[in-house]
C-alpha cells in the first residue's frame, strides 16, 4: 500500500526557511508526479507545487520566488523548502501523490508548522 | 488562477436527507475532484473525473457538473458522511480547491 509521512519542525521563526520531508513507501517517486499542499486555519486549502517523476518541479505562481520542491530518489523522499516565512506561512503541510488527472489519491497525515518568533 | 466557490458553506442534515454541494468555477474546467476531510484526519479523494467514485466511497454518493458547475450529490445521508468537502480543479493552471463546505448530520 501506497503510504506518504511527512515529518519536519514545528516550529519557525518569521524570515527563516521551513523545510519538510515527504517519505513514500510502497510505490516509487520516479513514477508519478508528488505534491505539497497546505491548509490554513479556516480551512483555506493551497496548492504548493509538484516534482514529477522525472524530477521537473512546478510551482504556485504565488510562491514562486520562495519555494524549492527537491528529491533523494535513494531514499524515496522529496522535500520542500519555504523561505522567509512569516506567520501567513502558518498552516498544515501535506504531502500526496498526484495521479494522471492531476486528483490527488494518497495524502500524508500531515503535519502542523507554526511561524512564531 | 481559477477560483472555485462551493455553496453551502455550512450544511446540516437529518439522517436519511438528500444533500447537494455546488462547486461554481470562475472559468470553464474540464472536469472536477472532491475531497472528503474528516476532522483530524487527511483529505481522502472521493470522487474524481466529475462522478467517478473513489475506491470504497458509498453509492450514495454521485457527482455530476460541466463548465462552471459541478455537484456532489449525497441521496441519503449517513451519520458518518460528516466532514468537510472540497472541490479542486486542474483544467487551468495553478491546481486549485474550492473553499469547502462542512456538512454535520442533525
Known amino acids: 500500500e501506497v503510504q506518504l509521512q511527512e515529518s519536519g519542525p514545528g516550529l519557525v521563526k518569521p524570515s527563516q526557511s521551513l523545510s519538510l520531508t515527504c517519505s513514500v513507501t510502497?510505490?516509487?517517486?520516479?513514477?508519478?508526479?508528488w505534491g505539497w499542499i497546505r491548509k490554513f486555519p479556516g480551512n483555506k486549502m493551497e496548492w504548493m507545487g509538484y516534482i514529477s517523476y522525472s524530477g521537473s518541479t512546478s510551482y504556485n505562481p504565488s510562491l514562486k520566488s520562495r519555494i524549492s520542491i527537491t528529491r533523494d530518489t535513494s531514499k524515496n523522499q522529496f522535500f520542500l523548502q519555504l523561505n522567509s516565512v512569516t506567520t501567513e506561512d502558518t498552516a498544515t503541510y501535506y504531502c500526496?501523490?498526484?495521479?494522471?488527472?492531476?486528483?490527488?489519491?494518497?495524502w500524508g497525515q500531515g503535519v502542523m508548522v507554526t511561524v512564531s518568533s | 488562477e481559477t477560483v472555485l466557490t462551493q455553496s453551502p458553506t455550512t450544511t446540516a442534515a437529518s439522517p436519511g436527507e438528500k444533500v447537494t454541494i455546488t462547486c461554481r468555477a470562475s472559468?470553464?474546467?474540464?472536469?472536477m475532484h472532491w475531497y472528503q476531510q474528516k476532522s483530524g484526519a487527511s483529505p481522502k479523494l472521493w470522487i474524481y473525473d466529475t462522478s467517478k467514485l473513489a475506491s470504497g466511497v458509498p453509492n450514495r454518493f454521485s457527482g455530476s457538473g460541466s463548465g462552471t458547475s459541478y455537484s456532489l450529490i449525497i441521496s441519503s445521508i449517513e451519520s458518518e458522511d460528516a466532514a468537510t468537502y472540497y472541490c479542486q480543479q486542474k483544467s487551468s493552471d495553478p491546481l486549485t480547491f474550492g473553499s469547502g463546505t462542512k456538512l454535520e448530520i442533525k
Open positions: 500526496a501523490r498526484l495521479r494522471r488527472g492531476w486528483e490527488l489519491d494518497y
Open positions: 510502497g510505490y516509487s517517486i520516479t513514477s508519478n508526479y
Open positions: 472559468s470553464s474546467v474540464s472536469y
